[in-house]
């Protein structure tokens, strides 16, 4: 019986998905590195350093810094992306997500956020849904990102919930492969191509329909 949501968040509730990939375009037009949104793809679900790393490497420069000058340019994204994060409001929820969230609600169905983002906090306020959310896992206390399944498997534990009394939503490869590996319900909203390891799939969270995925969840 599925008592609890586990949601990411960039991508799922809101596209701020865009806004990490303008932050770290500009980077990356400064490091003299081509990043295209394919290659965006791969960096959705990981952390701000991890997706550093995998920048440098696409233009070879992954032996090019020190920890500290890493750190450095990782701030420099982060101070972009803060800027960019401010003309959210609660419009910017994505389509279907205000109805899913008060659906969730309405039958008392335990919600907490499972996003690597350090920003997540603010943006939630931002859109308003803070308050309907029980718990938030803090990305800082986790030794390994997405996909490894630590951020689910403390999510459901933040619930005080099994993890097969959860259903976890995300929208990245790495999202997915971490939820079905904390043994929980996942469902996936993307192309049918990058959400293939989902146990449900829908195109856009527009599709997210309550009673749709628990009765797939229930089975
Ligand atoms: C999410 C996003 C990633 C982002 C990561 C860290 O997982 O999908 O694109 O890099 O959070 O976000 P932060 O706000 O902490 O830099
Ligand atoms: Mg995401």
């Not at 932050?23 to 701000?48: C, F, P, V, Y």
């Amino acid at each position: 019986m599925i008592k609890g949501f586990i949601f990411d968040l960039d991508g799922v509730l809101t596209d701020t998905a865009e806004y990490h990939y303008l932050a770290w375009k500009k980077l990356a037009d400064r490091l003299g590195i081509q990043l295209d949104r394919k290659m965006n793809e791969q960096l959705k679900g990981i952390s701000r350093m991890d997706s550093l790393d995998r920048i440098l490497a696409i233009g070879n420069q992954m032996d090019r810094y020190t920890l500290e000058e890493k750190e450095k340019l990782a701030d420099e994204k982060n101070e972009d992306y803060k800027e960019l994060i401010l003309e959210v409001t609660p419009n910017d929820l994505l389509p279907g997500i205000a109805n899913l969230l008060a659906d969730l609600r309405a039958k008392d169905i335990r919600l907490a956020l499972a996003s690597a983002s350090k920003n997540g906090p603010v943006i939630m306020e931002r859109l308003g849904i803070a308050d309907m959310f029980d718990t938030v896992v803090d990305p800082a206390t986790l030794a390994k990102g997405k996909p490894d399944p630590e951020i689910f498997i403390k999510g459901a534990q933040q619930l005080k919930l099994k993890p097969i009394e959860c259903v976890g939503v995300e929208d990245a490869q790495a999202g997915i492969e971490s939820i079905n590996a904390a043994g929980i319900f996942s469902v996936g909203v993307g192309t049918k191509e990058m959400m293939k390891e989902a146990d449900y799939a829908v195109t856009s969270t527009q599709e997210l329909k309550l009673e749709e995925i628990l009765k797939r969840a229930n089975q």
